[in-house]
């Protein structure tokens, strides 16, 4: 906006004012020459130009500023497209429809007016052409500016898109991001955040920063970061960007500091769905480099993108991933096809060759023959160049060989004394031997066997198996090779051992006959044999029983003692407390944090791992007689007998243990290939001698836990009786709570909501208090937690909405009813048919009714709210949007969703009535609303200036103490307004 005055002149010659406009070098000086020219028009007092063009401002010019008279008279003149003449003032404006700006002039008399139009007609025309020249101008460049910005966005954005499809790491891929955005802003110092919401983690995905090294790796709690700037972005969903004390403005709670003091700090979440999934975060330590709104801007559509760019390079490796493991799958079935084959077939070759020693057996052949074809069957098997079978003596004191083969050493003799060779250890052991040269050696080292010159030279492998009539060894079946050629494996073996089952079978029907003549002498061998393994069995049972014993007392997979071992040695720790006060004993409840997601992250087999190390760790931490114990799943206890108590009764032994202990558990220790960092919470208490039952003691300990967890985890907590108390008040307020419901003690309390300009009352809303027989009336802060927990506080607001409207109806002065509907009743199915019955049944008018919903109600399944507030609505009944300017207060929500009333939060009040900047705001939201169709309500006025402020604002209704307090509808007054 540029204005002139000048004393009026006489007009220069026709080339002069072409003269000055031509030697204009911009808008400024145009503005400039064409005051000049206007004010020395004869007959012109005075003059002003005005020129508005939105944010293109070229320049300032001219003597004073135009008086608000004229800028009136131009807002008239440009609204009219024509000269317009005040006949208040005498000002004459006339438009520029070029350039759109505005002449007005002061004429030393109204007569002189058609005069001046006509003189300066021809000057004004060119100067509205030279203007719209300039105008044209500014809004090119402005135009290529936003061009080239777009451009370098557009690449910047191609290239992390091609970031996602490279053989880039991911390490790689986000440093190529870091350098992208560096390039947008000044990002030196940036990092990246992702969150798994599932499991309330997160990790750190990208790291740099020019001060600080990175904090941590892998993922951590977010509660870990609880209260930083980071945590309120993921949490909260939104950005925040300026200095700490900015920060600290912008949220709602604490704040927190983690690492180096920054001079600036801005992140963006990373969103999908309406649900955070990480934070990108820049931050600056000098004041040469900071952080503007285009910045957060940028920031946040870099956000989407990188999202997209992370999961299409995450699906990438996912897919590759998959295809190898399919591969290897593949793989395995196919050596398992194979193997299946190479089986079947040894199984059907080695079935034949059963089934022919078998009839062997049966056939009428001497001993020879039968040898010489069992031979023959062994060698259709495996190699059995060099062949013998073994038997034990009557007397068992020599190895007899009916039947001998070996290409290199004959037999020499047809039985030899027993000795410590080979064919004596398979009779010893009664178990099949694969010797190799190596083994042999072995047992050669070990005394096992003893080598013998007159057997020749060594063979190269020999396997053996021993014959087994019963439990009883009479004999073995061997084979060997002289040549590394043809070694002998496992698969050699067990076919060895089927075959020698059989021969063993074969040589006992042929030795039955002789077996019966000596029967009875073998009966009372016999029963002697069976004696001695009685003897051992009765052994045996014993070591069962210990063993049995054992586990009952221990727990299976740590081996540490289990819950009835505990119970045991506290009840005696007990009892010696009892016969001496002055003997303590402490009970340390320990649970191992999050477990669970362990457990099912890593799967079973892992999780028993880990809970074999923590009891590991937990048995280094103690002494003895101490007892570590594993209760159940990843609960563990510590006793600690024979403590002493400090001036404070404290137990500082078992302190100390609790203390080593946490610091052992938090040893990170590999696991399934992950580093895991775990973590407990343990309960302390001590031994009274009031004491009389176990479960006390437990229940003591097991409330300290509790405590212990409450207060953040990773730390231990000492019983005392305040804690039992307060677990016995939750419990007292709950049992008063369900019997306040039956005696409908529940009732709703109403605040007059007024018209803000005559203190008309137009409606009410509905707040909940509960009539305690004892403490009289309760506001919510005093019972609702508790309700939440147990349960019931869903029943309790059904309670408040029939009791409100009942007494609503009764009221029949046309005023309407609000009440605030949580998120919970609008995701129930059936919400809207049994609000709408529920007003048949009291002869409440939906007309008569507003609900009010939060911004948050909004965002749980924003289609399904949707289309609840939609029926609402179409039935009459009224949608208020309650708390406006505390959440995200985003503006989509008053045109995509039925919204009829918009309530604005009692924060915008509350520098309402100095100065600060909150009127502007509330100027702006009231003007949306209104544009939109809708009330606003102004909740929280509490003195009449804010009344009065709300009112010059175009705020139309209120509420607050200034109008009346929440009471009863007989306790309701008409506000007392100011004259």
Same mark, same amino acid.
């Given at each position: 906006m540029n204005g002139f005055t000048h004393e009026c002149r006489s007009v220069a010659p026709g080339m002069h004012w072409r003269q000055r406009l031509l030697e204009a070098a911009d808008a400024?000086?145009?503005?400039?020459?064409?005051?000049?020219?206007?004010?020395?028009?004869?007959?012109?007092?005075?003059?002003?130009?005005?020129?508005?063009?939105?944010?293109?401002?070229?320049?300032?010019?001219?003597?004073?500023?135009?008086?608000?008279?004229?800028?009136?008279?131009?807002?008239?003149?440009?609204?009219?497209?024509?000269?317009?003449?005040?006949?208040?003032?005498?000002?004459?404006?006339?438009?520029?429809?070029?350039?759109?700006?505005?002449?007005?002039?002061?004429?030393?008399?109204?007569?002189?007016?058609?005069?001046?139009?006509?003189?300066?007609?021809?000057?004004w025309a060119a100067a509205d052409r030279l203007l719209a020249r300039e105008l044209q101008l500014a809004e090119l460049h402005q135009e290529v500016s936003r061009l080239q910005y777009s451009e370098q966005l557009q690449r910047a954005l191609f290239d992390i898109s091609e970031l996602s499809f490279s053989d880039l790491d991911m390490a790689d891929v986000l440093r190529g991001v870091h350098s992208i955005v560096g390039s947008l802003m000044y990002a030196e110092n940036l990092f990246i955040v992702m969150r798994d919401l599932a499991a309330d983690t997160f990790e750190m995905l990208y790291f740099a920063d020019a001060v600080d090294d990175p904090p941590f790796t892998g993922a951590l709690p977010l509660e870990d970061i609880q209260y930083s700037a980071t945590w309120h972005v993921m949490r909260g969903g939104r950005a925040l960007r300026g200095t700490p004390e900015q920060l600290e403005a912008q949220v709602n709670g604490p704040m927190r500091t983690y690492g180096t003091d920054c001079h600036q700090w801005m992140g963006v979440p990373i969103m999908r769905d309406g649900q955070s999934l990480g934070a990108i975060v820049v931050q600056s330590y000098t004041e040469e480099a900071g952080f503007s709104s285009e910045d957060q801007g940028l920031l946040e559509f870099v956000a989407s993108h990188i999202l997209t760019a992370l999961d299409r390079k995450r699906s990438t490796e996912l897919l590759e991933r998959s295809v190898e493991m399919r591969t290897q799958q593949l793989a395995a079935v196919n050596r398992a096809l194979q193997q299946q084959v190479v089986e079947r077939e040894r199984a059907e070759r080695l079935q034949a060759a059963l089934f022919e020693i078998a009839r062997l057996a049966t056939e009428d052949i001497d001993s020879g023959e039968f040898h010489a074809r069992v031979h023959r069957v062994v060698g259709r098997l495996l190699n059995a160049d060099n062949f013998y079978i073994g038997l034990l003596s009557d007397d068992g004191d020599r190895l007899e060989f009916p039947y001998y083969v070996d290409t290199c050493h004959p037999r020499l003799t047809a039985s030899r004394p027993l000795a410590r060779g080979l064919s004596e250890l398979v009779l010893r052991s009664r178990e099949p031997l694969l010797g190799t040269p190596?083994?042999?050696?072995?047992?050669?080292?070990?005394?096992?066997?003893?080598?013998?010159?007159?057997?020749?030279?060594?063979?190269?492998?020999?396997?053996?198996?021993?014959?087994?009539?019963?439990?009883?060894?009479?004999?073995?079946?061997?084979?060997?090779?002289?040549?590394?050629?043809?070694?002998?494996?496992?698969?050699?073996?067990?076919?060895?051992?089927?075959?020698?089952?059989?021969?063993?079978?074969a040589v006992q029907r042929r030795r039955a006959t002789e077996f019966q003549q000596q029967a009875y002498t073998r009966l009372e061998e016999r029963v002697a044999e069976r004696t001695a393994e009685l003897r051992r069995e009765i052994r045996e049972r014993e070591r069962i029983q210990d063993r049995l014993r054992h586990q009952v007392m221990h727990d299976a997979l740590t081996g540490l003692p289990n819950r009835d071992q505990l119970r045991l040695r506290l009840g005696q720790a007990m009892e010696r407390t009892r016969e001496t006060p002055a003997r303590h004993s402490a009970l340390l409840y320990l649970d191992v944090d999050r477990?669970?997601?362990?457990?099912?992250?890593?799967?079973?087999?892992?999780?028993?791992?880990?809970?074999?190390?923590?009891?590991?760790?937990?048995?280094?931490?103690?002494?003895?007689?101490?007892?570590?114990?594993?209760?159940?799943?990843?609960?563990?206890?510590?006793?600690?007998?024979?403590?002493? @108590?400090?001036?404070?009764?404290?137990?500082?032994?078992?302190?100390?243990?609790?203390?080593?202990?946490?610091?052992?558990?938090?040893?990170?220790?590999?696991?399934?290939?992950?580093?895991?960092?775990?973590?407990?919470?343990?309960?302390?208490?001590?031994?009274?001698?009031?004491?009389?039952?176990?479960?006390?003691?437990?229940?003591?300990?097991?409330?300290?836990?509790?405590?212990?967890?409450?207060?953040?985890?990773?730390?231990?907590?000492?019983?005392?009786?305040?804690?039992?108390?307060?677990?016995?008040?939750?419990?007292?307020?709950?049992?008063?709570?369900?019997?306040?419901?039956?005696?409908?003690?529940?009732?709703?309390?109403?605040?007059?909501?007024?018209?803000?300009?005559?203190?008309?009352?137009?409606?009410?809303?509905?707040?909940?208090?509960?009539?305690?027989?004892?403490?009289?009336?309760?506001?919510?802060?005093?019972?609702?937690?508790?309700?939440?927990?147990?349960?019931?506080?869903?029943?309790?607001?059904?309670?408040?909405?029939?009791?409100?409207?009942?007494?609503?109806?009764?009221?029949?002065?046309?005023?309407? @009813?609000?009440?605030?509907?949580?998120?919970?009743?609008?995701?129930?199915?059936?919400?809207?048919?049994?609000?709408?019955?529920?007003?048949?049944?009291?002869? @409440?008018?939906?007309?008569?009714?507003?609900?009010?919903?939060?911004?948050?109600?909004? @965002?749980?399944?924003?289609?399904?709210?949707?289309?609840?507030?939609?029926?609402?609505?179409?039935?009459?009944?009224?949608?208020?949007?309650?708390?406006?300017?505390?959440?995200?207060?985003?503006?989509?929500?008053?045109?995509?969703?039925?919204?009829?009333?918009?309530?604005?939060d009692r924060t915008f009040l509350a520098d309402l009535h100095r100065q600060g900047n909150s009127g502007p705001v509330i100027q702006a939201v009231v003007g949306l609303a209104h544009a939109l169709g809708m009330d606003v309500v102004a909740e929280g006025v509490e003195i009449e200036e804010q009344r009065a402020a709300l009112l010059e604002l175009g705020c139309g209704f209120g509420q607050g103490f200034l109008f009346g307090r929440p009471a009863e509808f007989a306790e309701q007054a008409e506000p007392a307004l100011p004259a």
């Open positions: 400024p000086a145009l503005l400039t020459a064409l005051g000049e020219i206007t004010a020395e028009c004869p007959g012109v007092s005075r003059a002003w130009v005005v020129w508005e063009f939105g944010h293109a401002v070229l320049g300032q010019a001219g003597n004073t500023m135009p008086s608000p008279e004229a800028i009136a008279v131009a807002d008239r003149a440009a609204l009219a497209r024509g000269p317009v003449s005040d006949a208040d003032t005498g000002l004459v404006s006339v438009p520029m429809p070029a350039s759109t700006a505005t002449v007005v002039l002061e004429p030393e008399s109204a007569e002189a007016t058609p005069a001046i139009l006509g003189q300066l007609r021809e000057p190596a083994r042999i050696a072995e047992l050669e080292a070990a005394g096992e066997i003893e080598y013998r010159q007159e057997q020749g030279a060594p063979s190269a492998c020999w396997l053996g198996a021993p014959l087994l009539s019963g439990e009883q060894v009479i004999g073995l079946v061997a084979v060997q090779s002289y040549t590394n050629e043809d070694e002998f494996g496992a698969i050699d073996m067990e076919l060895l051992t089927f075959v020698a089952s059989q021969i063993a079978y477990f669970k997601v362990i457990n099912d992250s890593l799967g079973h087999l892992a999780g028993d791992d880990f809970l074999c190390e923590v009891a590991r760790r937990l048995q280094s931490c103690v002494r003895q007689p101490d007892l570590v114990a594993r209760l159940a799943g990843d609960e563990f206890a510590i006793l600690i007998e024979d403590v002493a @108590l400090d001036a404070e009764g404290r137990p500082a032994a078992a302190i100390a243990v609790a203390e080593r202990a946490l610091e052992a558990l938090t040893e990170p220790m590999e696991m399934a290939g992950c580093t895991l960092e775990p973590s407990a919470s343990i309960g302390i208490a001590v031994t009274r001698p009031h004491q009389q039952h176990i479960d006390d003691l437990v229940r003591d300990a097991d409330t300290a836990l509790y405590r212990a967890k409450a207060l953040g985890r990773k730390r231990w907590q000492l019983y005392d009786d305040s804690l039992q108390h307060t677990a016995v008040d939750q419990l007292t307020v709950e049992g008063e709570l369900r019997l306040a419901l039956k005696r409908d003690e529940i009732e709703p309390w109403f605040q007059p909501i007024v018209r803000l300009g005559d203190g008309a009352i137009v409606g009410h809303e509905a707040l909940m208090r509960w009539r305690h027989p004892e403490r009289g009336v309760l506001a919510p802060a005093d019972f609702l937690r508790v309700a939440e927990d147990s349960g019931l506080v869903e029943s309790m607001d059904w309670r408040l909405f029939k009791r409100a409207f009942l007494a609503a109806a009764a009221r029949e002065d046309g005023t309407y @009813l609000s009440i605030n509907v949580a998120p919970r009743h609008l995701q129930r199915s059936d919400f809207t048919s049994r609000l709408l019955g529920l007003l048949e049944r009291t002869g @409440l008018a939906p007309d008569r009714l507003r609900i009010e919903v939060t911004e948050g109600s909004l @965002l749980e399944n924003p289609e399904r709210v949707r289309g609840v507030l939609q029926r609402l609505l179409d039935a009459g009944v009224g949608v208020a949007l309650d708390d406006f300017g505390t959440g995200y207060s985003s503006l989509s929500y008053l045109h995509s969703f039925p919204l009829r009333i918009l309530k604005m």
